[in-house]
Nanobody
Framework: QLQLVESGGGLVQPGGSLRLSCAAS????????IGWFRQAPGKEREDISC????????DYADSVKGRFTISRDNAKKMVYLQMNSLKPEDTAVYYC????????????????????WGQGTQGTVSS
């Protein structure tokens, strides 16, 4: 069974950090592009970062550039999103998504171009 499971969300104060994880099961992460997205209440899903199959190329939305870092460990079938200097406007449900056998590009692929999605993890930034 192909599955992505996010974890690491929670409540953090402004200026704090969270590290999100995305675990893949039932398939290898080799030759995949991975994206992180988020959706706040009443807003459209926003793509915030993506990473190429080897991890050598990444891209970030302007809203998170310099604060968030995407990384991956194909051997462990894990993807990470380190989020620093968090702001209240970063509050959202965060999702990881995977697509196989696609060329990496900038800007990141749009949500309909991804094949597999996790169920999401809530990140809340509040004092």
């Amino acid at each position: 069974q192909l599955q992505l499971v996010e974890s690491g969300g929670g409540l953090v104060q402004p200026g704090g950090s969270l590290r999100l994880s995305c675990a893949a099961s039932g398939f290898t992460l080799d030759y995949t592009i991975i994206g992180w997205f988020r959706q706040a209440p009443g807003k459209e899903r926003e793509d915030i970062s993506c990473i190429s199959s080897t991890g050598g190329s990444t891209d970030y939305a302007d809203s998170v550039k310099g604060r968030f870092t995407i990384s991956r460990d194909n051997a462990k079938k894990m993807v990470y999103l380190q989020m620093n200097s968090l702001k209240p406007e970063d509050t959202a449900v965060y999702y990881c998504a995977v697509v196989k056998q696609r060329a990496f590009r900038v800007p990141c692929l749009r949500p309909p171009e991804y094949t597999y999605w996790g169920q999401g993890t809530q990140g809340t930034v509040s004092s």
